[in-house]
């Protein structure tokens, strides 16, 4: 079955960088994109950008864009979204999701999601 | 980008009645819509997508309608599992964004 498991919980400080990894099984890691979203305290939830596990193409959300990476390491079938210049309003539970078909974008698959904190 | 705003906030309903939850779009997103299910301490979960056709192993009593901007779930007779905060999101194009969801709450 297929099964996306993230990283622990994280605790950063201000102004650094948190990278979440997103471990995938059960299906062809290459044939489906793969996005990361969040969802902050008491909040909606957030979109933040996706990856072609395929070809590597990345697509982000402009308030993200500049501070954020989406990469993915066919090898071991993992993903990673990793933020920079972290502030409080970061904090947020991360999740990967994988799309329901490849490059048709709803989420069928999600991660467990990874608790960030930002605080100093 | 595209401005996705649900109605009611919060809905307040008793096991066995029917509920109705609007998604507006700011512009026009075709049929690319879908819905999701969320709990608390849960990843969320897809209900429906292109407007209307239900996920793998979503109940029947969902059903969602709406084309354009204006989009549509209805679940037919809440069940005690089904209290929770729902999600419209759109695909039409980049950015991806939700709505700000919509609570289904016990009365």
């Known amino acids: 079955q297929v099964q996306l498991v993230q990283s622990g919980v994280e605790v950063k400080k201000p102004g650094a960088s948190v990278k979440v990894s997103c471990k995938a099984s059960g299906y062809s890691f290459s044939s489906y994109g793969i996005s990361w979203l969040r969802q902050a305290p008491g909040q909606g939830l957030e979109w933040i950008g996706w990856?072609?596990?395929?070809?590597?193409?990345?697509k982000y959300a402009q308030k993200f864009q500049g501070r954020v990476s989406i990469t993915t390491e066919t090898h071991s079938n993992t993903g990673y979204m990793e933020l920079r210049s972290l502030t409080s309003d970061d904090t947020a539970v991360y999740y990967c999701?994988?799309?329901?078909?490849?490059?048709?974008?709803?989420?069928?698959?999600w991660g467990q999601g990874t608790l960030v904190t930002v605080s100093s | 980008e595209i401005v996705l705003t649900q109605s009611p906030a919060t809905l307040s309903l008793s096991p066995g009645e029917r509920a109705t939850l609007s998604c507006r779009a700011s512009q026009s997103v075709s049929r690319y819509l879908a819905w999701y299910q969320h709990k608390p301490g849960q990843a969320p979960r897809l209900l429906m997508y292109?407007?209307?056709d239900r996920a793998t192993g979503i109940p029947a009593r969902f059903s969602g309608s709406g084309s354009g901007t204006d989009f549509t779930l209805t679940i037919s007779s809440l069940e005690p599992e089904d209290f929770a905060v729902y999600y419209c999101?759109?695909?039409?194009?980049?950015?991806?964004?939700f709505g700000g969801g919509t609570k289904v709450e016990i009365k």
């Open positions: 999101q759109h695909r039409s194009n980049w950015p991806l964004t």
């Open positions: 990856i072609s596990v395929y070809n590597g193409d990345t």
């Open positions: 292109n407007a209307s």
């Open positions: 999701a994988r799309e329901r078909v490849y490059s048709i974008h709803e989420f069928e698959f």
